[in-house]
């Protein structure tokens, strides 16, 4: 009988001792401790001790119930109070952890590198000015001393629509269109911004639709030389002030005389080197004084008025202001490529 109590005695303790969860605890309890428990059958089967014996086994059965019952209490908060650490441990929250940032856009290059213009002609006192895109030959050519059958047509090669319109192939004939409107009132003192277009394959350096900025300037006594100053100080705000600027002599239908300009390399520095084509020079846009015919067909009398007009490529400026050597990376919406650009 003491061995028996000694035996479950042992058996008991070291189960609770390796038991690990709340269900266990209470497997043990039934086993040991229920009406078909081991110490209670133990108990029950008292009565076939002798009658001297039984007070002291009694005694010891009892005090073995207590001290299992102690020891499972104790096991058992024991067990609550590492699920409770676990638990809470597991459902932490750091709140010194830093925040996931959305991803926020840029402004795209293009837009970054024309109000960088827009900034430098409105500071010299020019204002914006829109026209069409879809344009009538009058406004696109003719006006612009371009006449049907000019042989000067070649180089704008062009999108015809179904009615006889086209899609504008530069943003010269807003020129017309803002002097038709305001003559005979000077200044004008205009740049107008937009797209045109060509009948050009898209590949690494030409693209059938485009931006174009054009300029205009209507006052009494321009002269070359004002072109020459704006357009120098223009090219030195956009490629810095140590560029040297060049006037090559060009010719356009619209302008007399006309200038392509140039600024020495931003890579070589005018040594030569395969951006420039080892001239040493890069060509920005092109310009001049505004055609007498094309003052008088707006309403200007060139006797009294005379002006200067400019047209450069966004893409082109942009291209070479950040050494780009593919323009269709501007039109293919990489983020990759646009995060790169970021607005001052
Ligand atoms: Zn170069």
New binding site residues.
């Given amino acids: 009988m003491l061995e028996r109590i000694t035996q479950i005695r042992e058996e008991a303790l070291k189960a609770l001792e390796e038991a690990v969860d709340q269900e266990t605890i209470e497997s043990i309890r039934v086993k040991f401790l229920g009406k078909k428990g081991e110490l209670t059958a133990l108990l029950r089967s008292m009565g076939e001790l002798p009658a001297e014996e039984r007070p002291k086994v009694g005694q010891m059965v009892n005090s073995l119930r207590v001290k299992l019952e102690e020891t499972m209490t104790q096991k058992s908060d024991q067990l609550a109070s590492v699920g409770l650490a676990l638990q809470l441990s597991r459902e932490q929250v750091d709140v010194t952890l830093p925040g996931r940032r959305p991803k926020l856009g840029t402004y795209h290059p293009l837009s970054i590198v024309l109000r960088d213009i827009q900034e430098i002609f409105l500071g010299m006192g020019y204002e914006v000015a829109e026209g069409p895109e879809i344009e009538s030959d009058y406004y696109n050519f003719e006006a612009l001393n371009i006449p049907k059958e000019h042989p000067a047509r070649d180089m704008w090669d062009t999108l015809y629509t179904a009615d006889g319109n086209l899609s504008r192939t530069h943003t010269s004939p807003v020129q017309i269109r803002v002097m038709e409107r305001l003559a005979p009132q000077v200044p004008i003192k205009i740049i107008a911004p937009g797209r045109v277009y060509r009948r050009d394959a898209l590949d690494a350096s030409h693209s059938p639709v485009f931006n174009q900025v054009e300029g205009l300037v209507v006052d009494r006594g321009v002269t070359f030389a004002d072109l020459k100053g704006t357009l120098t100080l223009f090219a030195h705000k956009v490629f810095g002030e140590d560029r040297e600027v060049r006037f090559r002599p060009s010719f356009f239908p619209f302008t007399e005389p006309s200038a392509e300009v140039d600024v020495s ?12 084509s ?3 020079w ?1 060509e920005v846009l092109g310009a001049g004084s505004v055609h007498p015919k094309v003052l008088l067909i707006s309403g200007y009398d060139p006797e009294e008025f005379s002006g200067f007009a400019f047209g450069m490529g966004l893409e082109r400026i942009a291209l070479l202001k950040y050494g780009i050597d593919d323009i269709r990376y501007f039109y293919e919406n990489n983020w990759s490529f646009l995060k790169q650009f970021k607005a001052q």
């Fill in positions: 390399c931003i890579v070589c520095n005018g040594e030569g080197c395969r951006l420039c080892q001239t040493g890069l």
